[in-house]
């Protein structure tokens, strides 16, 4: 168990750029989710995938943000056209879902800054 | 919607003392009530969980018990260390939703 890596650790970018994260969950974790945190603020919700399928998106995902996982694996979090808004910790979490209580595992995050 | 409403910090102890930290919450259903803890450059941490009314979570001399009445689920320990400084997150899900979290609420313990 290496836990959940993300990818990079720390981003600077210029608005209007676009942006990609990536993160690799615990393996044969069935689940996996994207937080944002911003400063003195909890991690708030933006999408989470079973497998590969992406079941629920946060009103918070605009359409500047694409989350994918191909074959269920690994992630990636891209953010299109780069706002000062988006400056943030995005977070990733991974669990495996067998009914009852949910036990995620969250990376240490990569902070994004945007100029 | 769900909401978690935790004290403002940072809280500012020092060793040996007894620490709250005060999480009220507002549920549609019967929430499971977690706490997690972030190190300083770490990911956050599962510290412990209750996910039923009255159920008391406990873990590293940390401790939470649900309360549905006043719908709240304090965290206490009785004697902190320096190692406990973190910032420490209240967060509630329900059955058909993903986690909601407080705002967090920084602990500081002086030697």
């Known amino acids: 168990d290496t836990g959940v890596s993300q990818d990079p650790r720390h981003k600077i970018t210029k608005r209007g750029q676009n942006v990609t994260f990536r993160c690799d969950p615990i393996s044969e974790h069935n689940r996996l989710y994207w937080y944002r945190q911003t400063l003195g603020q909890g991690p708030e919700f933006l999408t989470y995938f079973q497998n590969e399928a992406q079941l629920e998106k946060s009103r918070l995902l605009s359409d500047r943000f694409s989350a994918e996982r191909p074959k269920g694996s690994f992630s990636t979090l891209e953010i299109q056209r780069t706002e000062q808004g988006d400056s943030a910790m995005y977070l990733c979490?991974?669990?495996?879902?067998?009914?009852?209580?949910?036990?995620?595992?969250f990376g240490s995050g990569t902070q994004l800054s945007v100029l | 919607g769900d909401s978690v409403t935790q004290m403002e910090g940072p809280v500012t102890l020092s060793e040996e003392a007894f620490l709250t930290i005060n999480c009220t919450y507002t549920a549609t259903g019967y929430p499971s009530l977690f706490w997690y803890v972030q190190y300083p450059g770490e990911g956050l941490q599962l510290l412990l969980k209750?996910?039923?009314?009255?159920d008391k979570g406990s873990n590293k001399g940390f401790e939470a018990t649900y309360r549905k009445e006043t719908t709240s689920f304090h965290l206490e320990k009785g004697s902190v260390q320096v190692s406990d400084s973190a910032v420490y997150f209240c967060?509630?899900?329900?059955?058909?939703?993903?986690?909601?979290f407080g705002k967090g609420t920084m602990l500081l313990v002086s030697p």
């Open positions: 209750a996910t039923k009314a009255d």
């Open positions: 979490a991974s669990s495996l879902r067998t009914g009852g209580f949910e036990k995620l595992f």
């Open positions: 967060a509630l899900s329900d059955p058909l939703s993903t986690l909601t």
